[in-house]
């Protein structure tokens, strides 16, 4: 039982590059999100699905888009990357929003 | 909107000892969930205790207990018998129980150092 499964890890883009930050869960969970975490600041929520075909904003959606097409995979993607979109990025599965597990993070530095 | 606010940027603790960390959060909901959260250094984000709003009793976790005072909108988290492992950065997090509406909303986080 993988839990929920980030990658890459670690990345670096140059301004006005592309890229998708992929997520994936293996157990069958219906809710899934998008984190970001900067210094001195907690966890923001980008987006959210609370299942297949079904997304929405969170508090910081602008450049990023999101999909679910399926109940294991929450791709999140930068479409044109800038400077502010430099932090760490968590996904996060629930079946119920009660447990939430988190995956263990993708770093991901613009240049 | 939901805020969390952790008032205590950095705490300290000896070994063995007992510390608190505090959070207040704002909300007009009646129903809610709200959660403490450890990050070690590597970065993953770890389940510590869970409590709900509707439960008046305290919630405990072997080590881990919070003090819930629904009134005042605090949720402390109370750590006994601090071990060196407990060094993280712990987040207080509010959610709504709403359906469908599994938003975490976040504090800023206090960094819990143990003093061997």
Redesign the interface.
Known sequence: NAGVTQTPKFQVLKTGQSMTLQCAQDMNHE?M?W?RQDP??????IH?S?GAGITDQ?EVPNGYNVSRSTTEDFPLRLLSAAPSQTS?Y?C?S?RD????Y?G??SWLTVV | AQT?TQSQPEMSVQEAETVTLSCTYDTSESDY?L?WYKQPP????I?VI?QEAYKQQNATENRFSVNFQKAAKSFSLKISDSQLGDAAMY?C?Y?SANF??????????TRLTIIP
């Open positions: 809710y999100s984190y001195g600041m907690g966890l923001r929520l959210y609370v969170g760490v968590f996060a629930s929003g009660n447990t939430i988190f263990e993070g | 969390v969930y959660f590597s970065r993953q984000m389940l869970r987040f997090a959610r469908g509406n599994e938003k975490l909303t976040f504090g800023t986080g």
